[in-house]
């Protein structure tokens, strides 16, 4: 984790110099705020990583001397293949049009959104998938 840090900091400077040449060719006040938001956020995780890496034991990617095989076994889970996820963005597109077409949408989106999300949460509980 002490790369992934210093590549964020590395971007965290970068930002902290552009910001300024920015506004001052420009004077643009978006795209200032912008590089501003930028800047904290990237300076956010490098902190982040930078806490963790500290605290943890380092991964086999993170040694010099580590041999393949140290980095054989199980990865994590990896979630099979999901319909709820297009279910819950036709449910939110449909809630955004009714703000604009008329209530009536954004309630039925509202109602088909519940189940859609209901759906995504619970996935693992029941079916071909539980656990």
């Known amino acids: 984790m002490k790369v992934e840090a210093w590549i964020f900091a590395v971007c965290s400077i970068f930002v902290l110099v552009v910001t300024p040449v920015y506004w001052f060719a420009s ?4 795209g200032t705020s912008a590089l501003t938001m930028t800047f904290l956020l990237t300076t956010l ?6 806490f963790h890496a500290k605290r943890m034991e380092p991964r086999p990617e993170d040694l010099k001397d580590a041999e393949i095989a140290d980095g054989a076994g199980e990865l994590g889970f990896f979630p099979p293949y999901s319909w709820w996820p297009l279910w819950c963005g ?10 604009a077409i008329g209530w009536w949408l ?6 088909f959104g519940a189940i859609a999300l ?6 693992y509980y029941r ?4 656990h």
């Open 27 to 30: 004077e643009d006040w978006t």
């Open 106 to 111: 954004f309630a039925l989106g509202m109602i």
């Open 45 to 50: 995780i490098t902190f982040y990583l930078g």
């Open 118 to 123: 209901s759906g995504l949460i619970f996935e």
């Open 90 to 99: 036709m449910c939110l597109a449909a809630i955004a049009l009714g703000v």
């Open 127 to 130: 079916g071909e998938h539980a």
